[in-house]
């Protein structure tokens, strides 16, 4: 019995007419992954602004405020034409539904940029400052809200490679969000008054490329994906970026040359990320294993991977 069991070939994931299981995501590039990555960096930049004011950097205060209304604003240009017509992300503000995250992140994208717009204006102006600071701070709350939301997004579909993270994009988009928003601060400020934003681009930095590893490792069959083809060229990029700026920022505030090459670097890498998770989702999509294998070790009464 046991020798006609391995003779048995190993089995073929098919479905019918050779199509897949599930549709692929309609998401196109350049525009979700870098709505994605505009998402993030809008909302740390806002935390960062508040924190900035309260510890006296004025001029990365500044940045940050206006790093932040830019982000969001660009972000919701890119929703509105991945979307098609721009009456459809006004349309999506006409009801709030708590059970959608669609629902829920356009109100929060459209609260973070509201708000921020405040406060960058205020800040660019002069006018009604107490106004514009009121508005900062009211961003640090949809600021954080802002960089996480897309992994719940994307988490919540059918697409295996983003379903079976659920545990681990969250921290995979704040990390990144916590290094691009860190980069352009350094990027965009004095260095002597750079340093908290070097200190978020480090936490951001090592904090994606943790992620990164751990979501890989738990998911083991079901992260291949993320390991293949062009999202595993995106994914090893990403983290060979995120960790080498990661570290040019510990030392970036000896120079202008290092702050640039950790800045950029940084900046790459949170892109390369965003895009290689959607290439991941959509090389999980195109191959029925992904669906079925962890729908049967479900039943089966197996973890996943």
Not at 48 to 66: D, E, N
Request: proline letters at 6%; one cysteine or more; hydrophobic letters at 45%.
């Amino acid at each position: 019995m046991t020798r006609e069991r391995s003779m048995v070939p190993e089995a073929e994931f098919r479905s019918y007419y050779g199509r897949p299981v599930i549709k692929a995501p309609i998401w196109h590039e350049p525009h979700m992954p870098t709505y994605l990555y505009l998402g993030g960096l809008s909302g740390v930049s806002s935390m960062m602004a508040v924190v900035a004011g309260f510890t006296g950097h004025h001029r990365l205060a500044r940045t940050a405020r206006i790093a932040a209304a830019l982000g969001a604003a660009t972000g919701a240009g890119l929703l509105a034409a991945e979307l098609g017509r721009p009456e459809r992300f006004l349309n999506m503000l006409r009801v709030f539904k708590p059970t959608s995250p669609m629902s829920v992140g356009s109100w929060i994208l459209a609260a973070q940029g509201g708000l921020s717009a405040v406060a960058a204006s205020s800040e660019l102006t002069g006018i009604l400052p107490v106004v514009g600071d009121a508005a900062v701070l009211a961003t640090g709350v949809t600021g954080p809200l802002t960089a996480t939301y897309t992994a719940v997004l994307v988490a919540d579909t059918a697409v295996p490679a983003w379903h079976e993270a659920y545990r681990e994009l969250p921290f995979l988009f704040a990390g990144s969000a916590l290094a691009s928003a860190g980069a352009l601060g350094m990027l965009a400020t004095p260095r002597a008054e750079a340093g908290p934003a070097r200190a978020v681009a480090m936490i951001g930095a090592a904090m994606e490329t943790v992620s990164g590893v751990v979501m890989e490792r738990r998911l083991g069959p079901a992260g291949e994906p993320y390991r293949l083809g062009r999202a595993g060229y995106l994914m090893r990029s990403a983290r060979a970026l995120t960790a080498g700026g990661g570290l040019l920022a510990a030392v970036a505030g000896r120079s202008r040359t290092l702050t640039a090459l950790s800045g950029l670097a940084l900046t790459a890498g949170a892109l390369c990320t965003r895009f290689g998770v959607l290439a991941a989702g959509r090389a999980s999509a195109a191959d029925p294993k992904y669906t079925v294998v962890p729908q049967r070790q479900r039943l089966d009464g197996e973890r996943p991977g």
